[in-house]
């Protein structure tokens, strides 16, 4: 009895380590929207290329348009760099 008590307290806390080390998906839009039907706007911006988009929405009667945030100059902004490393002159 006192076996199963440990091995199940012992897989409690590592199901809620797992989950304590989950973080979210980077949203990320790409260039390319389906849009439409079910989608409110700007729609489903998972798309790198008109042609994978159109792949996508064919049959489904949607259409595909621009990412706004692309098409008026707002894409993500970029990461910062981190700071370069200079070493040090080796003194003489």
Request: one cysteine or more.
């Amino acid at each position: 009895m006192r076996k199963t008590q440990l091995v199940l307290l012992t897989f409690g806390a590592a199901v809620l380590a797992g989950f304590a080390t989950v973080t979210p998906a980077a949203a990320r839009d790409y260039p390319w929207c389906a849009q439409g039907g079910e989608y409110d706007y700007p729609g489903e911006c998972a798309y790198s290329t008109y042609e994978q988009c159109q792949a996508s929405v064919s049959g489904r009667l949607l259409y595909c348009d621009r990412n706004p945030r692309f098409a008026y100059g707002q894409g993500q902004p970029q990461q910062p760099r981190p700071p370069r490393r200079v070493r040090p002159a080796a003194p003489y």
